[in-house]
């Protein structure tokens, strides 16, 4: 069946960085993958998307980047700032998701 | 600003009560989702719907049942609640083309 994975649970970066959070997903038939931002005691929140005929999209200090190679995808932010802090979800499919587990983004000032 | 309301933030219920769980979506969405989310394990899919009466079991269906009479409204219904039914329950809505939007999550607790 389909999976997604996140690489790491948790990250922690300094504020002012870049953060990269990474994904894999195992279903090479799948065109769309979302990211999302989930704050504490707040429903997942749609950041970015990137279809398969595309590699890079950029959005406000954001950028997706997709691999279809390695079915490999990332999530860059710039300049990482406090208000960045939440967890982020990977997920594919379209109609119907299927997410990853979720990587635990925490900012050091 | 659009907006999927669920009705709880908080529940708490007594094994083997009947729960339910409310979903209004005011998007005219015709996808409608419940989730689960439990610490480690992610989001998982319960059931779905892609249209009025309609119904689909997700990858954890047991236990569940769900009701949508309405376009805008779709139901979580556990017929018996069992305390590993303990969770924050999502619901989600989207057009055909996708969009999820996701509301703010019920933590239900079952004692």
């Known amino acids: 069946g389909e999976s997604v994975g996140l690489h790491l649970p948790t990250l922690s970066v300094q504020e002012g960085d870049n953060s990269i959070i990474n994904c894999a997903y195992s279903?090479?038939?799948?065109?769309?993958f979302i990211w999302y931002k989930q704050e504490s005691g707040k429903g997942p929140q749609f950041i970015i998307d990137i279809r398969s005929n595309m590699d890079k999209r950029q959005g406000q200090r954001v950028t997706v980047l997709l691999n279809k190679t390695v079915k490999h995808l990332s999530l860059q932010i710039a300049a990482t700032q406090p208000g960045d802090s939440a967890v982020y979800f990977c997920a594919q499919g379209a109609q119907k998701l299927v997410f990853g587990q979720g990587t635990r983004l925490t900012i050091n000032p | 600003d659009v907006k999927v309301t669920q009705s709880s933030r908080y529940l708490v219920k007594r094994t083997g009560e009947k729960v339910f769980l409310e979903c209004v979506q005011d998007?005219?969405?015709?996808?409608m989702f419940w989730y689960r989310q439990d610490p480690g394990l992610g989001l998982r899919l319960i059931y779905f719907s892609y249209d009025v009466k309609m119904k689909e079991k997700g990858d954890i269906p047991e236990g569940y049942s769900v009701s949508r009479e309405k376009k805008e409204r779709f139901s979580l219904i556990l017929e018996s609640a069992s305390t590993n039914q303990t969770s924050m329950y999502l619901c989600?809505?989207?057009?055909?083309?996708?969009?999820?939007?996701f509301g703010s999550g019920t933590r239900l607790t079952v004692v």
């Open positions: 279903n090479s038939a799948s065109d769309y």
């Open positions: 989600a809505s989207s057009t055909r083309l996708g969009g999820y939007t």
């Open positions: 998007m005219d969405h015709e996808n």
